[in-house]
């Protein structure tokens, strides 16, 4: 009796302890304490190579940065049951300050030019209160941006992405499996932010502000020149193939294409061009906002839609391309457009396309 | 992890303990040899602040051996550690203090210094950048004002670059105001947001929570990127009961100031104005606030606001057991708006709640006319204005105007207006409410004479 209430208590113990660790959910082993500096200029790319193996050797846990800088060369293969997170809650913001040379959040500099720079590979594998720079891009006079491979692939089911924010990335999120969650993000990607492709089961994508980030750090008024590229560029949303998608309080400010849902360039996939639910959707100085080529037989229903054109520049709000693989379907039940459209807010539209409770 | 919630767990491990050996007594094995050592201790705590554990002797029963008389060495997986010397136990146990120097998964292991076979060990997670208030000073007791203890663990989070302020469960008294600079998050120990029902939360300690009694300013001031609250609970203990006739007045609990800060997960009893959000690119979500007058408050905000899962609630009748209306509700009727939003680029606004006020939402142009952007448009969804005398009111907006989604609004019996809109202004108001209902009586008519840019489709009949 008496061995069976100490069990009790230990129970009680981890359960109640678990709930009540302070910042629960970036709990585990430091990379600083595998010799991890975070000093802005040391490779701390082996220290954290060794915190994710001996996490990932222990069974899965949190591998946590602290507020700092940890400048990287490489970059790293997240397995099954580890979460690489911040000490601190994201997202971040950068409003005037440079994440490279002052420490902000916790921070990842990435170099690497090479590959993906984290590859979610197995269930459970997550990043969350991450602030990921790039310190060798552009500066926001240039022409055109340096060309980077995705900061993160999502290639597992059971994956997630959270509360992270992204400055002068070039393309940010490559979600290629279904049952993954992705909330919570601040997105300053010059070309893609977020792209979907090869996805069986639904994809939930909540929370999501693409913004001009690298103007801030720099101090730069909008539009700097990096911004026309974007302009002629950037998009913040691709669908291709997928099952189902949930799309929440997804907003845009600055690029060429609110949102791209088109068919994939591979099409071996047992699946058609995706559909899906969207709400609260905010595609402010864009080009383009909403672009559909293809979708399956449910197609794409959007509600609450604001669409602003981009000053001079704007094309169409809503366009609805005809023939592909798979003919669009698109609702857009409630919204507003703004600004001037050189096709017209929404042009030529196919018949499959409803658009309704639109503000005057 | 705070010393104050590791005292507790203590008091409850100790509390089990007690209980194992007043059972081992009764079966006669009090006198038992020791076989090894129970070690007690937290299941985290921040690295280089000390915690207490408790070493008892145990007998192979797991009862207290009170008559063991040797001496515990102290070990550690951490060579940062630093633990106590070596000790003898009184009545089989004691409590040491110990700190950790590295943070990750530590182990700690007591042994008798004669017999290596008597031992025991638990582990916990060191964590880093965490800053108890306790260490600081901060009493938690109720009374003791604990202000300057918790504005010194800000500046010292402040000054390592940044980190969590945590307070634990307990109730923190102040009487000043913070300020919360860049990347320092205030914050309690475990996820909030709170509620409380026939609990007064002066008297009784159910969250980490601050009492407040300042009137001269916002009691937390959020004034740098990065700066944040979570999982508080509020509570104004010197506010009137629910019998006055008019509550008093505070200044705004929390005042945001810059962008890139974040309000979660916390709560609000007793306040007059909560939040006032005077930047863009700030979040609030995860939020129960019981605040008389005003519930939010949006203006200057240049860059968008989200705010999500809010509540608006009358928590003062539930910590009072009084039935709802109490008198303090029939001014809140007549005077209280759950959210008021004037110059903002860009809001986005879902799951918003309350439960009796006068006016839901207000939308409507600032007093200061100089900022470079207009009164603000953006997007709602799943509103929820429960026992009001305006639902929404829009006196201006930019040319997007408004959306919102699903908007349930419910009349008081002398409710005025579900939806106004108003005409004139700075910038005519557009709005559109896209599928809803709304309930009971309307004096003015559930919209009135909408201006001609309101659109209300897809109504519940």
């Known amino acids: ?360 | 992890m705070a010393k104050r919630l590791q005292t507790l767990l203590l008091a409850f491990s100790l509390s089990l303990m007690v209980g194992c050996g007043g059972s081992g007594s009764g079966s006669g094995g009090g006198g038992a040899q020791a076989s090894h050592f129970g070690v007690r201790g937290p299941s985290s705590s921040a690295a280089g602040f000390s915690f207490s554990i408790t070493v008892t002797a145990q007998d192979k029963s797991n009862a207290v051996a009170t008559s063991y008389s040797g001496r515990v060495h102290f070990t550690s997986s951490d060579p940062g550690a630093v633990l106590p010397s070596d000790s003898q136990l009184a009545n089989g146990t004691a409590t040491f203090s110990v700190t950790l120097g590295n943070s990750g998964l530590q182990t700690i292991t007591a042994t008798d210094t004669m017999s290596s076979t008597i031992h025991g060990s638990f582990s916990l997670t060191a964590i880093e950048n965490e800053f108890p208030v306790a260490a600081f000073g901060a009493k938690g007791d109720g009374r003791t004002d604990d202000t300057a203890a918790i504005q010194g663990a800000i500046n010292a989070a402040s000054a390592a670059g940044g980190g969590s302020v945590v307070l634990s469960v307990a109730r923190y008294f102040t009487t000043g105001t913070l300020v919360v600079p860049a990347d320092v998050v205030l914050c309690g120990p475990f996820q909030g947001p709170f509620d409380v029902t026939g609990l007064n939360p002066a008297t009784g300690a159910i969250a980490p929570t601050l009492l407040i009694t300042n009137t001269s300013g916002p009691f937390i001031t959020l004034n740098g990127a990065g700066s944040g609250v979570a999982d508080l609970l509020f509570h104004y203990p010197n506010q009137v009961h629910t019998n006055a006739a008019a509550p008093t007045v505070y200044p705004y609990t929390i005042l945001v100031t810059a962008p890139g800060t974040k309000v979660v997960r916390s709560m609000a009893t007793n306040a007059y104005d909560f939040l006032d959000i005077e930047s863009g690119r700030v979040l609030a979500r995860d939020l129960y606030i019981g605040a008389f007058h005003i519930g939010i408050h949006i203006d200057h905000a240049k860059g968008r606001v989200t705010v999500r899962n809010v509540f608006n609630q009358v928590f003062w009748d539930v910590s009072e057991n009084v039935p709802v209306p109490s008198p303090i509700d029939t001014w809140v009727l007549n005077n209280a708006i759950a959210l008021e939003v004037n110059r903002v680029d860009g809001l986005e606004l879902h799951d918003f709640a309350l439960f009796i006020r006068g006016t839901g939402i207000l939308l409507t142009d600032s007093p200061d006319k100089t900022q470079d952007f207009l009164a603000g448009y953006g997007v709602a969804s799943g509103i929820d204005l429960d026992t009001v005398k305006y639902g929404i009111v829009i006196s201006s907006s930019n040319s997007a105007g408004y959306k919102f989604a699903s908007v349930d609004i419910g009349s008081t019996g002398d409710g005025q207006a579900a939806v106004q809109v108003k005409s004139g202004g700075s910038s005519p108001p557009k709005i559109l409410i896209n599928g809803g209902s709304q309930r009971g009586v309307w004096a003015l008519g559930a919209y009135p004479a909408p201006a001609p840019d309101a659109v209300v489709v897809n109504i519940l009949p």
């Open chain 1, 1 to 360: 009796m008496k061995v069976n209430l100490t069990v009790v208590f230990l129970v009680l113990c981890f359960f109640a302890c678990h709930v009540v660790i302070a910042r629960a959910v970036c709990a585990g082993a430091s990379v600083n304490s595998f010799g991890a500096k975070g000093d802005g200029h040391s490779d701390d790319t082996a220290a954290i190579q060794s915190a994710i193996s001996a996490v990932s050797g222990a069974g899965g846990g949190s591998v946590v940065f602290g507020p700092g800088r940890y400048m990287v060369s490489g970059t790293f293969i997240v397995p099954q049951g580890v979460v690489l997170c911040g000490a601190v809650e994201g997202p971040f913001d950068v409003t005037g300050i440079n994440p490279a040379a002052t420490t902000t959040a916790p921070t990842l500099l990435i170099t690497s030019t090479s590959g993906p720079f984290l590859i979610l590979q197995g269930f459970g594998a997550g990043a969350s209160d991450l602030l990921f720079h790039y310190p060798n891009q552009v500066g926001a006079s240039a022409s055109k941006p340096t060309n980077y491979p995705y900061t993160i692939v999502m290639n597992s089911p059971g994956t997630k992405v959270a509360r992270c924010t992204v400055t002068n990335g070039y393309d940010f999120l490559d979600i290629e499996r279904g049952r993954v969650i992705v909330e919570d993000l601040y997105i300053g990607a010059f070309h893609t932010g977020i792209y979907i492709d090869h996805v069986e089961d639904r994809v939930s994508v909540n929370n999501v502000v693409n913004q001009v980030f690298w103007d801030l750090v720099e101090n730069a008024a909008v539009p700097s020149p990096i911004d026309t590229w974007v302009m002629n560029n950037g998009i913040g949303l691709i669908v291709n193939r997928m099952d189902s998608l949930e799309l929440h309080d997804f907003s845009v400010f600055e690029r060429n294409t609110g949102m791209l849902l088109t068919d994939s360039p591979d099409k071996t996939q047992n699946f058609l061009a995706g559909y899906g639910v969207g709400s609260d959707i905010d595609l402010d100085n864009v080009q383009y906002g909403i672009v559909i080529s293809s979708s399956n037989s449910p197609g794409y229903k959007f509600t609450n839609v604001d669409i602003a054109a981009a000053p001079g520049q704007g094309q169409a709000a809503v366009q609805v391309k005809s023939g592909g693989s798979a003919p669009p379907k698109i609702l857009i039940n409630g919204g507003s457009q703004r600004g001037t459209w050189a096709l017209g807010a929404y042009p030529a539209p196919a018949s499959d396309i409803v658009i309704v409770n639109i503000l005057p």
